[in-house]
């Protein structure tokens, strides 16, 4: 299995509070965050590629001596992560985990969506419904029927927490579509987006993490909630 990190953004909403460094590389317990989920993929036989584009070299400082590969966006600043995939595409083959750089996630979590039987599975928190960045309406066999940032709270049955798993048989279909929207120049969306384009002809399915802790830093606070939860393991 391959895992594809999406790692070229410049993350506005928590660029001014930090120095101009990508957020997947702020520390976690002394380890930068992504070469701390590199590893942890590597535990159980994944082989990473990297997208970078902002500040990439600090990417490639933070990885030094980590097996593991990397892939360019050089329109970073005029795209969004659906074409820092695209110029991964050459890596769609066999099973395929796909992950934001800038999340944290357990050891459990992972090891759940490793073992879902599921063609295509989009990670999930049905405990963070009030608050969220983005926000999924799920039938009770979990297939995504609605989904956005702005879903209104009625129809939210879950957040998303950055993480999803393709088996080989989907992940042409996956390519495919990827394909096929870049060729109609839609830079402008998520990596995610691909997969939404297809939940009127596949089940797009989700795993929720069982209360497992996880977090996506999109605001300091992010960050430092994870910060607290590695102080209370250790205490």
Known sequence: ???????????????????????????????????????????????????????????????????????????YTVTNSIASMWFARDHLEGDILIMNADVYISRSILELILKSREKVVMAIDKTRIAEGDYFFKITDNGSITKYGKGLPIEDRSCEYVGVSKMQSEFVKVFQDRLIRMIDNSEYDKWWEDVLYSLTDEYDINTIDVEKNFWSEIDYFDDYERILKHIERKDT
């Open 1 to 75: 299995m391959k895992a594809i990190l999406l790692a070229a953004g410049k993350g506005t909403r928590i660029s001014r509070m930090i120095e101009a460094i990508p957020k997947c590389t702020l520390p976690i317990d002394g380890v930068p965050l992504i070469r701390r989920t590199v590893n942890l993929l590597a535990e159980y036989g994944i082989e990473s590629v990297v997208c970078v584009g902002y500040q990439k070299e600090k990417v490639y400082e933070v990885l030094e001596g980590v097996d593991c590969s990397f892939v360019f966006n050089p329109f």
